[in-house]
């Protein structure tokens, strides 16, 4: 299940920021969703003005767009955008996880084995919102100990572009969850077995490209 945002020590704008984001990363207004002013300002107990600046927000991430007499709307899944966004990520995060690699502490890969065998688990009852969340926390887990931080920055902008995508991505794809989890476990092997920088950013790397493709194929085959 998701859950909601720690709203603590928020201004008004902020805490309306926090709860749309939130509920257009993890689904519950997915692509195309009209996001009207007052009903959320009532909703969220403001006024319509810190509402309508916490939307300008979403719409500079590129997470809502405006529609002329429509209003806003959550941004719809472009696959340009998608390939574009999934090519970058597939780069900087390959690159961060295999610099993270010899910082990586047996406890980090213990951490990430466990994430990844709860993901095993949530097969059996798949929810894409909840697998999308514990993917997320596994590659974390594997990139974060990269001792660039400009890396890590890069890695996690092209995760927030992601951010409306990757809620839908396993729904249209829901094969690639467990071909997901298979990959993840030959990345920790390498991990594990001290292989060179080369051999876990290509596998990081195909990993990440591998999600992609499924994903455009799936798109091709429903437009046709």
């Given amino acids: 299940m998701a859950t909601s945002p720690d709203l603590t020590g928020l201004s008004k704008s902020q805490r309306a920021y926090a709860v ?59 696959p340009t955008e998608y390939r574009h966004t999934m090519q970058t990520l597939a780069i900087v995060e390959g690159a961060a996880t295999a610099l993270a690699a010899p910082h990586l502490s047996p406890d980090g890969l213990t951490q990430a084995r466990d994430i990844n065998a709860r993901m095993r688990d949530s097969l059996r009852d798949f929810t894409p919102v909840e697998f999308t969340r514990l993917n997320h926390e596994f590659h974390e887990t594997l990139y974060l100990p990269c001792p660039n931080p400009h890396l890590i920055e890069l890695v996690r902008r092209q995760w927030s572009r992601m951010a409306t995508i990757r809620s839908s991505t396993f729904t249209h794809v829901p094969g690639r969850a467990a071909e997901s989890v298979a990959e993840h476990d030959r990345l920790l092997d390498l991990l594990e077995s001290g292989s060179d920088a080369e051999a876990v950013e290509s596998c990081a790397r195909a990993h990440r490209l591998a999600t992609l493709e499924a994903f455009l194929a799936q798109k091709e085959e429903e437009s046709t």
């Fill in 20 to 78: 749309i984001k939130s509920r257009i990363t993890h689904g519950s207004y997915g692509p195309g969703y009209r996001l009207v002013l007052g009903q959320l300002a009532q909703e969220l107990e403001v006024s319509e003005v810190p509402v309508r600046e916490a939307i300008r927000r979403l719409e500079a991430e590129g997470l809502v767009s405006f529609e002329r007499n429509v209003g806003a709307r959550v941004s719809a899944i472009d």
